[in-house]
């Protein structure tokens, strides 16, 4: 079973920035789609991001042009860059392998994920 963990959240100002990292145990992370999600207080868990093994990305429109999502295959590390952070991206932060298609879904069992605050 792979095991995923997710690090780099915290308190950040609205318009700030925050990097987000993901370690994936397992030896095929390289050939494997990757997903940043996020669950908002009483709210589901949402795809925001996601990249291919190829490297190709898509983004939700909440986050486009704001967000990049990137992966290091030599460290079996996912990462999501987060700038101009706003209140509403308040969340818990998940990474996660995807598969399928329309829509995506996730395939293993959640991490603990990474809580990110933007608050002033």
């Known amino acids: 079973q792979v095991q995923l963990v997710e690090s780099g959240g915290g308190l950040v100002q609205p318009g700030g920035s925050l990097r987000l990292s993901c370690v994936a145990s397992g030896s095929i992370f390289s050939i494997m789609s990757m997903g940043w999600y996020r669950q908002a207080p009483g709210k589901q868990r949402d795809l925001v991001a996601h990249?291919?093994?190829?490297?190709?990305?898509n983004y939700a429109d909440s986050v486009k042009g704001r967000f990049v999502i990137s992966r290091d295959n030599a460290k079996n590390t996912v990462y999501l860059q987060m700038n101009s952070l706003k209140p509403e991206d308040t969340a818990v932060y998940y990474c996660n392998r995807v598969v399928g298609s329309s829509p995506l879904r996730p395939f293993y069992t959640w991490g603990q994920g990474t809580l990110v605050t933007v608050s002033s």
């Open positions: 990249i291919t093994g190829g490297g190709s990305t």
